[in-house]
């Protein structure tokens, strides 16, 4: 069974920044596109960015330029490096892996999600 473990969250100031990772466990990450999700207080669940087995990388508009993602098949662990922080940035983040697509129902596996609370 693939579990899905996600860390790094926390409270920063406006400016700051955090590096997210996502653990895999139970497979292999290397064939597994993985995507990183997130979601604001009333709000649904949206894409971040995602990255595919063969390294290709997409952003929303939202974060490009501010995130990076990146993926260690050796530590099947995904990373979500967030700079420049903005108090809209304030969400829980989810790691989403096998599949592809800006929906939840697009995705195989999901963790339990990593709060992040970036303060103005």
């Known amino acids: 069974e693939v579990q899905v473990v996600e860390s790094g969250g926390g409270l920063v100031q406006a400016g700051g920044s955090l590096r997210l990772s996502c653990v895999v466990s139970g497979s292999t990450i290397d064939d597994y596109a993985i995507g990183w999700f997130r979601q604001a207080p009333g709000q649904g669940r949206e894409p971040v960015s995602y990255i595919s087995n063969s390294y290709s990388i997409l952003y929303d508009d939202s974060v490009e330029g501010r995130f990076t993602m990146s993926r260690h098949n050796a530590k099947n662990t995904v990373y979500l490096e967030m700079n420049s922080l903005k108090p809209e940035d304030t969400a829980i983040y989810y790691c989403?892996?096998?599949?592809?697509?800006?929906?939840?129902?697009?995705?195989?596996?999901w963790g339990q999600g990593t709060l992040v609370t970036v303060s103005s």
């Open positions: 989403a892996v096998d599949g592809w697509g800006p929906f939840v129902t697009d995705w195989n596996y």
